[in-house]
């Protein structure tokens, strides 16, 4: 018979020591169960109101009325973007309920971001039978200028055939150059 070697040996004993031992505590104690109502106590007024509490939402003054948080919450940081350097591309895509709008630029820096189309009426509707937009994205100052296909972005926007009824022409406008759809 051929024995084994002094390291196997070692290995078997010291996981069957770990396996004796793991098991040693297990049966004295039990893991504590309580029913649905056996935690309950009678607490004070104060502590159960201070409990209904959360932290984390502000109090809302009442001087302020009932549609001041609705207010604030429409109160966006305004837009930062500057008009993005040239149009390379603009085209419709069909789409369910109208078409999309999407417009390829190029910007001076890589690193542009928060890329938009912004309509040049609040609404986006047609002036003389033209729908205006400017792409802007907001550009770091601290970036190099880099090759011309890190510098390029794409943006797209939702244009529904009601507002598409009275329109000619789409203008995309740029900082250098602008594209116009017609339709």
Known sequence: MVRASGMKRRVFLGLAAAGILAGCGAGRERPRRRGLFSG??????????????????????????????????RRDPPYEGTPVAAITNAELKP??????????????????????????????????????????????EDTPQGPERARKILAAVFISRKKLRGAREIRVRGGQNERVIRL
Do not use: C, W
């Open 95 to 140: 789409a369910s309920g109208g078409v999309l709008l999407r417009v390829e630029g190029l910007t001076l820096r890589e690193g542009a971001f928060n890329v938009r189309l912004i309509p040049d009426q609040p609404e986006g509707e047609a002036i003389n039978g033209v729908i205006g937009y400017e792409l802007r994205a907001e550009q770091p």
């Open 40 to 73: 309950r106590r009678a607490r004070r007024a104060a502590e159960a109101e201070a409990a209904n509490t959360n932290p984390l939402i502000p109090k809302r003054d009442e001087e302020e009325g009932i549609f001041a948080s609705m207010q604030r919450r």
